[in-house]
């Protein structure tokens, strides 16, 4: 399965600031996802990061707040812009193996606490 | 869009017995059930998965089953052991995953 580096592991970073969180696959991989899971919560669906458009979101996230790059098959960027404490999360990539195989795999994440 | 729902929030066993997880989805469409295992500070980790078109799947002391009628699939894990304790989620995809809300399992000596 795919190798995923994410960086950075964890940050504590003033409320108003910005801190973008790096995905990095050592293979092209069609579809990248990004999440956020919130202190002892469930894993939920930020957006998938497409190759050469922008990305989709999902309902209660929006680009201004959640920009994301995708410059090519095997890199992502997530920007955490305008923190909050309630931003405090964990952001975490995943990837779709894809060919036809589901495989989804999930970053060691990014721990963020806003002060 | 879908909607997973997942039972129990928290379960505790004795080591040895059994534990099961149960989850319904909401989208007739969703064609792909993976599991996951989270240990404290860690990222998920896929420990089973069962694709729309095949009823019952089993790894070793772990094995899930799809109802897709019901629309509705389960984790079993059986002679549980300590280090089973964890959290597990259970999701479901149309290409891109739902997670229920997850089950807290602990292992009890």
């Known amino acids: 399965s795919a190798v995923i580096s994410q960086k950075p592991s964890r940050d504590i970073c003033q409320r108003g600031t910005s801190l973008t969180i790096q995905c990095q696959v050592d293979?092209?991989?069609?579809?990248m996802f990004w999440y956020r899971q919130q202190p002892g919560q469930s894993l939920t669906l930020i957006a998938t990061a497409n190759q050469g458009s922008e990305a989709t979101y999902e309902s209660g996230f929006v680009i201004d707040k959640f920009p994301i790059s995708r410059p090519n098959l095997t890199f992502s960027t997530l920007t955490v812009s305008n923190m909050s404490p309630e931003d405090s999360s964990i952001y975490l990539c995943?990837?779709?193996?894809?060919?036809?195989?589901?495989?989804?795999?999930f970053g060691s994440g990014t721990r963020l606490t806003v002060v | 869009g879908e909607n997973v729902e997942q039972h129990p929030s928290t379960l505790s066993v004795q080591e040895g017995d059994s534990a099961v997880i149960k989850c319904t989805y909401s989208d007739s469409a969703s064609n792909y059930f993976p599991w996951y295992k989270q240990e404290l500070g860690k990222r998920p980790q896929l420990i089973i998965d069962?694709?729309?078109?095949?009823g019952e799947k089993k790894d070793q002391r772990i094995a899930v089953t799809l109802n897709k009628t019901a629309k509705h699939f389960s984790l079993h894990i059986t002679e549980t052991q300590p280090e089973d304790s964890a959290v597990y989620f259970c999701a479901a995809s149309i290409r891109k995953l739902t997670f229920g809300t997850g089950t807290r399992l602990q292992v009890t000596l």
């Open positions: 293979s092209q991989v069609t579809m």
């Open positions: 069962i694709r729309s078109n095949v």
């Open positions: 995943s990837v779709d193996t894809g060919l036809g195989l589901y495989g989804y795999t």
